[in-house]
């Protein structure tokens, strides 16, 4: 069984929602100082505010690009994930180009994710990319972890949260199967509780995306 250190170090502690008050962005922030989580990962507009935060703390300041569709131009994923950096975040969470995955033009998916890699090494951050499992077949989710990989990612993520399913123990496996034993797999989407973690890692999982984290970590330390 994994220590509360180890669990909370897993986690990057989420708040994404749209109505999202300063007030709380705040409190995310000091719930993971008080448990040392991996990162904050909050909305693009919030990475000033977080970086301040977090200053001289170990939580990572997290955020997402292209959230939560994928749709938008990958002039734009670079842009946003340009200035997040530039704000001060050291992991971009982008969503894949899913409708162009979806159509077959892979080609389309990798330029994609190779321009907005590109520009997180330049600020030395890291991607993680989002495949959105939810919409998927599996051969496309192989697809995606194939391009993820080639196109320089560090992570491949299961979901953003907002689909009609979250993380799922087969996509975890499917994923890290995938990717094989060196790069990250970062199971997001539904996951509340203690027992969704530990079923996550046994699947694969190297962080987990929550807004639960403070409840899972609760969870852990009377176990």
């Known amino acids: 069984m994994l220590s509360v250190t180890e669990i909370a170090s897993l986690i990057d502690h989420t708040l994404l929602k749209a109505d999202a008050t300063h007030l709380q962005i705040v409190n995310v922030c000091a719930e993971a100082r008080r448990f040392g989580f991996a990162s ?27 959230f939560p569709l994928g749709a938008s131009n990958t002039a734009a994923k670079v842009v946003e994930a340009g200035e997040a950096i530039d704000n001060g975040a050291l992991e971009i969470d982008m969503v894949l180009n899913i409708g162009a995955l979806r159509s077959g033009d892979s080609h389309i998916v990798r330029r994609d994710i190779e321009a907005v890699v590109e520009e997180c090494h330049r600020g030395g951050a890291i991607t993680k990319v989002i495949l959105e499992t939810a919409y998927l077949t599996d051969a496309q989710k192989e697809e995606a972890c194939r ?9 491949v993520k299961t979901s953003t949260g907002f689909a009609p399913s979250g993380a799922t123990e087969h996509d975890v496996e499917l994923m890290r199967r995938m990717v094989g034993p060196v790069m990250g797999v970062k199971a997001s989407g539904g996951i509340r509780t203690l027992a969704d973690v530990v079923k996550m890692v046994a699947a694969g999982a190297t962080r987990i995306g929550a807004s639960a984290g403070v409840q899972i970590v609760g969870a852990a330390a009377v176990h």
């Open 40 to 66: 904050v990962c909050v909305n693009s507009y919030w990475v000033p505010v977080v970086y301040r935060e977090l200053a001289d703390h170990s939580p990572a300041v997290c955020t997402v690009v292209g």
């Open 147 to 155: 391009i993820a990989q080639g196109a320089g990612a560090e992570y």
